[in-house]
């Protein structure tokens, strides 16, 4: 079992940053790829970023490229999401989670096998 917990979510403006983290317990996540998610209000959860195990690959959802950056830290267990440039259509809460799946096919909620309980993100106009 791999437990997550997100934190550093909150309330931001147009234009700012928020920089949020990913804890894991459990097991090292250096054995699985790991993601965002997000679902806003009313809209089912969507593929934000992913990272391969060693972090040296990433992919993200078109919409965040270039504003977004997902890293990873398998030492002290941690993923995060450096968001830059927000928009309020990037308000949601913001899922963690941890994949088996070689990166490039982890960009499906149904690739992963663990889940944090999410952070909210609002980004105000």
């Known amino acids: 079992q791999v437990q997550l917990v997100e934190s550093g979510g909150g309330l931001v403006q147009a234009g700012g940053s928020l920089r949020l983290s990913c804890a894991a317990a459990g097991r090292t996540i250096s054995n699985y790829a790991m993601g965002w998610f997000r679902q806003a209000p009313g809209k089912e959860r969507e593929f934000v970023a992913v990272?391969?195990?060693?972090?040296?690959?990433?992919r993200y959802e078109d919409s965040v490229k270039k504003r977004f950056t997902i890293s990873r830290d398998n030492a002290k267990n941690t993923v995060s999401l450096q968001m830059n440039s927000l928009v309020p259509e990037d308000t949601g809460v913001y899922f963690c989670?941890?994949?088996?799946?070689?990166?490039?096919?982890?960009?499906?909620?149904?690739?992963?096998?663990?889940w944090g309980q999410g952070t909210q993100v609002t980004v105000s106009s």
């Open positions: 989670a941890a994949s088996r799946r070689f990166w490039m096919n982890a960009d499906v909620q149904n690739a992963y096998e663990y």
């Open positions: 990272t391969s195990r060693s972090g040296t690959s990433t």
